[in-house]
């Protein structure tokens, strides 16, 4: 990081990493939003409060915290394992209301999807909600007015942007470190510049795919190329491999969900164990990272 000192690892010391989990079923994921509607969720069998819970306890076993970001309609039903998330000493953010992806929203339909979203989770956890992250990453040049409303709404930050070339989502010119915008902090996930383009350091499939040397040099870089935090993330339920398969899912939506679920958990207690790449310190709370940190503050209703 610029202005850091280096390690042999080309990691500052003063390099912060901030962990975050998106806290939604595994039948609320983007990959299978074609083949299962909205209007079918209640009939499948949640597990997102079991999974959720194994990674508090994984987080307990390596001294991390985290940033959660739920969606408001699992905070419904959940209430107490939001404020088991916030008594755990991490942050609650919002992932909105249904998962709905912010450029297939009207302005007035993402306002209100964010607004109802914060108000679940606030009053389920007694804690104010400052950060926000777009399902699938769906802030994009397609939705200039997005951080604006998220303004209007009481964010102060967002990690809405994988500035990376994806068939799915992504901006490979956008800025890969914090920045204001309509004064937002839009805190992009990590990505490196590698092999000479940009490339995702920030988990998710890649995580699970690559051996763990090659996300280790991955995030190294991004570490030392960006000035701001690295910004990591995963889902309750690639903790979870017993989770029943959505059979009629597109093949590559399978490969992709399904590719190594069973060896996650271990991957990730190392990397959350790996002192060496943090520099001697730990992965922490996107607010903390950032400066926001408003720990041990009530919502007026609490
Ligand atoms: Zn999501």
């Given amino acids: 990081m610029p202005g ?37 969720w209640d009939g499948f069998s949640s597990r997102v409060g079991d999974a959720t819970r194994r990674t508090l306890d994984l987080f307990d076993r390596t001294g991390t915290r985290a940033t959660f970001f739920a969606l408001g ?48 989770l606030e009053d389920a956890a007694g804690e104010r909600v400052i950060g926000y992250r777009a399902p699938g990453f769906s802030i994009d040049a397609r939705t200039p007015w997005a951080h604006e409303i998220l303004r209007e709404t009481g964010h102060l930050y967002s990690s809405s942007s994988h500035p990376i070339a994806h068939d799915h989502y992504g901006d490979p010119h956008a800025p890969r470190a914090p920045h204001d915008v309509a004064g937002v902090i839009e805190a992009p996930v990590a990505t490196a510049r590698a092999f000479g383009r940009r490339v995702s350091a920030a988990g998710g499939g890649w995580f699970r795919a690559m051996p763990y040397a090659a996300t280790r040099r991955l995030i190294a870089r991004a570490a030392a190329q960006v000035d701001g935090p690295v910004i990591f993330y995963f889902h309750p339920w690639e903790l979870d491999p017993d989770q029943p398969k959505i059979g009629h899912a597109p093949a590559k939506s399978k490969l992709r969900h399904y590719l190594n679920l069973g060896a996650m958990e271990g991957k990730l207690e190392r990397l959350l164990g790996d002192r060496a790449l943090l520099g001697g310190g730990r992965w922490d709370r996107i607010d903390a990272t950032l400066n926001l940190s408003r720990r041990g503050e009530r919502t007026a209703a609490a």
């Avoid at 280096?6 to 994921?29: K, N, P």
């Fill in 4 to 40: 850091g000192e280096a390690t042999t690892d080309g990691v500052s010391a003063d390099a912060r990493f901030a962990m975050s989990v998106d806290v939604e079923d595994y039948f609320q994921v983007w990959a299978f939003s074609s083949v299962i509607a909205r209007s079918s």
């Fill in 73 to 120: 309609w699992v905070a419904e039903r959940e209430p107490g394992l939001m404020r088991e998330i916030a008594a755990r000493g991490h942050e609650l953010a919002s992932h909105g209301y249904d998962h709905a992806k912010v450029f297939d929203q009207t302005p007035d339909e993402f306002r209100a999807d964010i607004a109802k979203a914060k108000a679940i």
